[in-house]
């Protein structure tokens, strides 16, 4: 399958009182605006959780593309992600980004599935646009074969 660079993506953006309203065609609307640390509402959708789910979702992605083409069989799969924002000398920015992703997999592929997490965390391409260190931490279970 051929994937042509660049690749483009767009979100329409619909102000409405102090939030947003995030489209795109089909998909669902967000609602957004800022968190509650900067004058915003608890159940909104932040950029600030956009982005750590952003980060969270293209190494799962990634993950996956590359468990795919590896021939590793996710049996389960679940991400945590946690980020944190500071002052920095340039202002407020994210200064770290935690990924802790626990994986069950087929007897036999707990090797290939660490070597495929490694791959999906340096190819990851919203991990790799971030100025703050990506750290993964990874826990791999096998499935218990079924006795014969």
Known sequence: MSNPTPHHYRVHLV??????????????????????????????????????????????ATFRALAARGGLTIDAFTSDADATLDRTPSGFAFVSVDLRVNVRVAAGQSDLAHRLLASAKQHCVVANSLKAPVDLVASVAEELPLPA
Do not use: R
């Open 15 to 60: 102000q409405e009182g102090d939030g947003a309203v995030l489209t795109d065609g089909m998909k669902p609307a967000i609602v957004g605006g800022a968190p509650p640390q900067f004058g915003g509402f608890a159940d909104w959708w932040s950029p600030e959780h956009l982005l750590v789910a952003a980060a969270s979702l293209c190494f799962t």
